[in-house]
DNA sequence: AAAAAATGAAACGGTTCCGAAACAAACATT
DNA sequence: AATGTTTGTTTCGGAACCGTTTCATTTTTT
């Protein structure tokens, strides 16, 4: 992807995407879930609570209660860390996987229509 | 924009916009009341409670709070329609127009990163 | 071994959002 | 004019989220 997106196309690819996801009816996700979702699954591991909360510059009780909502959800799980007991190693699932493939997948077709 | 998004892409896009709208503690929109914003600004007027909340497949009280939301953030004005006073017009503001832009703009600015 | 620091989670109060139902006002129909 | 429809808003109880503070556990330091 070499082209820029004009100011246009950017908003209505933003639009058409966000409509598909209202639509739906989805697990909605509030930008900040969205974000430390794709925080997970983008970057190397490890994931701790306290490494998210310094990258997106938010509290710690943020992400906690985030990974709550989204390991209700089934699109991450928590296990301890058996080298230092205190961190939580935030893990990817085949669910939370699905949910991005099908989000990138709404953002590759609709920017293809522009 | 010819070329498509690979899955990886379109995930790096949509990370790097979320961080932006994370860290900077905008006022942040939920995924309706952008979409409804989008829809107001990218659609041609005019726009009303009921037409919107048929677009978009929600109930008509979703809409009425979003636009009660987003009026007290400046980003869009209601104004009765004088042709049949039942309806509500929702009309653009030059804050809403600012709001969108810089949005637009962080998703071209990124795009062209990747 | 004792004190300090770090990590993640829980508690608390306040705000916002939701879906469904009830509502007031304006128009249409008869 | 009287009834029924349409439009947008408000209300209600319940759920989710937020920021801050406090807590329990584990590790590090002294």
Do not use: C, F
Not at 4 to 30: I, K, Y
Not at 42 to 50: C, D, G, K, M, Y
Not at 56 to 67: G, Q
């Amino acid at each position: 992807m070499s082209l820029p997106l004009s100011t246009p196309q950017a908003l209505r690819l933003w639009h058409h995407v966000g409509l598909a996801q209202v639509r739906d009816a989805e697990p909605d996700l509030s930008t900040r879930q969205m974000t430390i979702l794709l925080s997970i699954y983008l970057e190397a591991p490890p994931h701790t609570v306290r490494a998210l909360a310094a990258k997106l510059a938010v509290s710690k009780p943020v992400i906690t209660r985030a990974l709550d909502a989204m390991g209700k959800l089934g699109l991450v799980t928590r296990r301890r860390d058996g080298a230092d007991l205190r961190n939580v190693l935030i893990q990817r699932t085949v669910q939370g996987s699905l949910y991005l493939e099908r989000l990138a997948d709404l953002v590759s077709a609709k920017s293809q229509e522009l």
